[in-house]
């Protein structure tokens, strides 16, 4: 048992709470989405009793729990409440999930990105659920007039066996709402977990599967107009004049205007990457309206900045690769007479374009937005940030602006940037009405916070016997310098250079699933690979010798070492067991090995290519994952399948491209994402079980992959993989 | 403008629009049945899939003139209490990661087991390569799929 202190605000604990809804609105919209029986009407709870901000419990015992963090896919509304109720000591059927507000008093970190919902919430969460099932106890100790520490809880249920008296959580909680908030409370010992660890479907599922009303672009309500955007055409250009006129007169349409989104003086968040300061804005009846008004309005433009292109872009980094850093990230021993002593040099470059987030939903928002206040709704990864945007643009304190946030069609970093919510605000402020904001996709594809483009050289060196005696590693990007310099090999090899450059341009660039380690790490675990080959050994023994290195003679001083090289290690172990590798290509079959650390959490994969079609087809894709305490395994095989298919997908088929700093691609007939045909036919995930405090698993799937593919296509065809997408290349997966 | 009456989940809707609206829009702005969702405008993505009659369409590019007498049914209608064998597969797999294109995924795979009741893997994946999930759900959806097939022929 872990006892730890309570770290409770005051407003956690104020009874009309602040959040959204209370009492039956919050079961009225719970049984509306599964079709209730009569029954389940008649089971609702009469009465909620506020036990913190994080949960209620109804006088039937059945508990509403606060999903505090935003929901992008990644399933944290189901897990994180899992947590609380793990804590609590409920039943999970008697729990009801609701998508917290912005409560910045009550919630910490209200934000989805680098995987670490679960990992900053996992105490939070703990407390929440343990604080309320000690308040519980102390009412019944207080009714029975029995000492606390006999009593126990299970299910839901609070007993005390020697006066053979029990209790359901709903009969205790108008009193437990009343009791002493504890200093300190205990927490369960991971052994006694009956929730965390175990398969829970997706909360949000029977609303899923029958269409119900989720997402922001769903939002419906009294007086809503439709709004829409114009941005630049390209990036270097900005807004100059426009014919309103023409089609201020069109079916439906109710104004159009130039906004100045960002005027100086607006004091802008990190969550403000990308944005435009200046767009222009139709509002509408509808949307099939504001689109037609948006095909035929014409825009002038001026140019403000280069008009940048593809070619020019990979000019100037391969320019960049070519020099060397006067400050290098990381330097150990001397690379240079290592190379000279080496009986082998291997070197090789590696690139990706930049790629769009293209989530499914295209970005919108809703606001409401009058001289007093302001309502906003909708999907953003961000709403911390979006508020202090907001309060800066619209000049309204704080408490004055509220956020709520919907389930969110798909994230991977884009929502991070809600500059799409501060362009709502400002048009529904403009036309004094509320309205929602709605992308097209070809708005959404052509601006934003793009991936950057990378480009990273390699060079290794080895001795007779195949030892890795030299690393050099130089990256650069777009507005992003690549390079963790001391992650893994940095550590392991005693000559290590690492070299990071930056190229300015005036592609808007930002965080994309897993950022910089979406391209280092299959760069990195392909050339790994070469460098196997070379040295004639195992792929798999020759990265474990690296650990081993790591672990027994740490090269520097391991605390900069950026991973644990027994926790790297053992996920290669395992999935190397899990696959039977042997080192040995099967018929028809190719394997590639990949392992990455990311986001706190270890990964490693094994990739088999059927080679008896053409092109070859992604069979099976083991993956080995250490993320410490799992906490929904249904759930975290999802990510683990998701974001394997999602590198699979990227690596292989997409791609953007400028041209006089115009977007090539601007919908999904041209920009290729993976597809049914081309996913693998399985994926197979396994956990090391070893108590440690959960990480996430979000992004760490994602970049491995790219290396295992890379290095699986090569045993099929005989050919490297240099450049992504791969499909620009030879051969390619179907 | 002009009037159309419309058979939409066994209800006959009457609505006053644009007879270029695409039937996406109608649903969405003017019926209120948001279920069916705007990917890309483009059919290419299929997060807009309803069924007209008993084919799967992209009611992005389907314009509310050319619907005429045929019944449309979407993800709000495919059955009444959300047990549609697929509905019921797509729950039991835990299919769906962000859920946003599953309302697509739906509705062509239940229109193509009806017309494919016992389809092989090969026949799924040529049934649904026109609808993209961006999460990569596509092994569980093949899945959901399978178990729906092997269910319905129970």
């Known amino acids: 048992m872990t006892l730890i202190k309570t770290t409770y605000n005051r407003r956690s604990f104020i009874k009309s709470s602040a959040l959204a809804g209370g009492g039956m609105v919050i079961g009225f919209s719970w049984l509306a989405s599964c079709n209730p029986t009569p029954e389940q009407v008649n089971n609702m709870p009469k009465e909620w009793f506020d036990i913190n901000g994080f949960l209620k419990i109804g006088d039937n015992g059945m508990v509403t729990i606060m999903s505090p963090n935003p929901e992008i896919g990644q399933n944290v509304k189901t897990s994180m409440p899992m947590i609380v109720a793990e804590e609590l000591d409920t039943d999970w059927d008697n729990v009801i999930v609701e998508q917290a507000p912005l409560n910045t008093d009550i919630f910490q970190r209200q934000l989805a990105g680098g995987s670490q919902s679960i990992r900053a919430g996992w105490q939070g969460l703990r407390m929440a659920g343990a604080t309320a099932r000690h308040m519980l106890i102390a009412a019944a100790a207080e009714a029975w007039q029995v000492p606390a520490s006999e009593i126990t809880t299970a299910a839901g249920t609070i007993t005390h066996k020697a006066s053979n008296k029990s209790a359901g959580y709903g009969e205790m909680a108008s009193s437990a709402a009343t009791m002493t908030v504890p200093e300190e409370v205990s927490l369960k010992d991971i052994k006694d977990f009956v929730i965390i660890g175990t398969d829970r479907r997706n909360v949000d599922g029977p609303n899923l599967v029958t269409g119900k009303s989720l997402f922001g672009i769903d939002i419906q309500e009294e007086g809503m107009l439709i709004a829409m955007i114009i941005h630049p055409p390209a990036f270097g250009l900005t807004y100059k004049s426009m014919d309103a006129d023409s089609v201020k007169s069109m079916p439906g349409i109710k104004d159009v205007f130039p906004i100045d989104v960002y005027p100086e003086g607006v004091e802008k968040q990190w969550s403000d990457g990308g944005a435009i300061d200046k767009l222009v804005a139709i509002v509408g009846e509808s949307t099939w309206q504001c689109m037609q008004a948006k095909k035929a309005l014409n825009v002038e433009w001026e140019k403000t900045s280069t008009l940048e292109s593809t070619e020019g872009h990979n000019e100037a980094i391969t320019k960049l690769l070519n020099t060397s850093s006067k400050e290098p990230a990381r330097k150990d021993g001397d690379v240079a007479s290592a190379f000279k002593k080496s009986a082998q040099i291997i070197e090789r470059t590696y690139s990706a374009p930049f790629l769009a987030h293209n989530t499914m939903e295209p970005m919108n928002f809703y606001a409401d937005v009058t001289g007093e206040r302001a309502i906003l709704n909708g999907p953003v990864q961000t709403p911390e940030f979006l508020e202090k945007t907001l309060a800066s643009r619209l000049d309204l304190p704080l408490e004055k602006i509220d956020i709520k946030m919907t389930r969110m069609g798909g994230g991977f970093g884009r929502r991070l940037y809600g500059t799409f919510g501060v362009e709502a605000a400002v048009i529904s402020q403009k036309m004094q009405a509320p309205i929602k904001l709605v992308y097209t996709r070809e708005d959404d594809m052509t601006q934003g916070t793009y991936r950057p483009t990378y480009k990273v050289k390699y060079k290794a060196g080895l001795d007779k016997d195949g030892n890795l005696i030299a690393w050099h590693v130089k990256g650069a990007g777009s507005n992003d310098d690549l390079i963790f310099e001391n992650r893994f090999p940095a550590g392991a090899v005693d000559n290590y250079l690492a070299e990071k450059f930056t190229l300015e341009t005036n592609v808007t660039t930002g965080a994309w699933r897993a950022p910089r380690s979406n391209f280092i790490a299959g760069a990195e675990q392909a050339f790994l690979d070469e460098v196997a080959e070379a040295a004639g050994k195992d792929p798999i023994e020759f990265r474990l010798e690296l650990f081993d290195r790591a672990i027994k003679d740490p090269v520097g001083d391991p605390k900069n070492n950026d991973y644990d090289p027994e926790r790297y290690a053992g996920v290669l172990k395992l999935v190397r067991e899990k696959s039977g590798w042997d080192g040995n290509q099967k018929n028809g079959t190719a394997r590639g090995v990949s392992s990455y650390y990311c986001h706190n959490s270890y990964v490693a994969q094994i990739l088999d290519l059927s080679t008896d079609v053409s092109p070859p087809k992604v069979n099976k894709v083991w993956c080995a994952v250490d993320c410490g305490i799992v906490i929904n395994p249904m759930a975290a095989k999802n990510q683990i399948e998701g974001g394997i298919i999602d590198g699979i997908g990227h690596a292989t088929y997409s791609e953007m491209t400028f041209e006089d700093g115009k977007p090539q691609h601007s919908n999904f007939d041209t920009y290729r994402l993976i597809r049914h045909k081309e996913a693998p036919k399985e994926i197979e995930s396994f956990f090391v079980d070893n108590g440690i405090d959960p990480t996430g698993l979000g992004e760490p799937s994602l970049p491995p992959v790219i290396g295992a593919l890379a290095n699986a296509l090569y045993r099929a065809t005989g050919q490297r993989h240099y450049n992504q997408p791969f499909i620009t290349e030879k051969s390619v997966i179907g | ?154």
């Open chain 2, 1 to 154: 403008m002009a009037n159309f009456s419309l058979k939409v989940n066994g209800k006959t809707e009457q609505i006053d629009v644009d007879p270029t609206t695409p039937m996406l829009w109608v649903l969405r702005d003017h019926l209120k049945l948001v279920g069916t969702k705007f990917g890309c405008g483009i059919a290419q993505c299929g997060a807009c899939t309803v069924h007209l009659g008993d084919n799967a369409v992209r009611s992005c590019q389907l314009p509310v003139s050319a619907v005429g007498e045929q019944s449309i049914t979407t993800i709000e209608g495919l059955s009444e209490n959300g047990d549609h064998p697929v509905q019921k597969a797509w729950i039991e797999e835990d299919v769906y990661q962000c859920g946003y294109c599953q309302a697509g995924q739906i509705m062509n795979a239940s229109a193509f087991l009806k017309k494919n009741p016992n389809p092989s893997d090969v026949e799924i994946e040529d049934a649904m390569n026109g609808n993209i999930c961006r999460c990569g759900t596509y092994t569980r959806i093949k899945k959901a799929i399978k178990n729906a097939a092997n269910s319905s022929n129970a």
